[in-house]
């Protein structure tokens, strides 16, 4: 079945930096454009960013543009989110997106920014 699994969340102070991960499996990642969403507390879920299938196309939020890059590997089934010059503003549960099927959801991963 598909599964997506999110990990790289954490706790940063202001200004920081992290990486999230996707690892994906149970249908074929590189036929399907993916994405990052995230919900914060009391807020519906966002999208964050997206990345076409060949990985040469992406989109973002505008609240993340210049400071979030999505990228892809397709040899690993694997989607990624490089987060940089972290704000409060940005915690949230961080979620991956494959749209197979009805959709699938991954268990979403915390990120906080906090000093």
């Known amino acids: 079945q598909v599964q997506l699994v999110e990990s790289g969340g954490g706790l940063v102070q202001p200004g920081g930096s992290l990486s999230l991960s996707c690892a994906t499996s149970?249908?074929?990642?590189?036929?399907?454009?993916m994405s990052w969403h995230r919900q914060a507390p009391g807020k519906e879920r966002e999208v964050v960013a997206r990345?076409?299938?060949?990985?040469?196309?992406?989109t973002y939020a505008d609240s993340m543009k210049g400071r979030f890059t999505i990228s892809r590997d397709n040899g690993k089934n694997t989607v990624r989110l490089q987060m940089n010059s972290l704000k409060p503003e940005d915690t949230a549960v961080y979620y991956c997106?494959?749209?197979?099927?009805?959709?699938?959801w991954g268990q979403g991963t915390q990120v906080t920014v906090s000093s």
């Open positions: 997106y494959a749209p197979v099927g009805f959709g699938s």
């Open positions: 990345i076409e299938i060949a990985g040469s196309s992406t």
């Open positions: 149970g249908f074929t990642f590189s036929r399907y454009a």
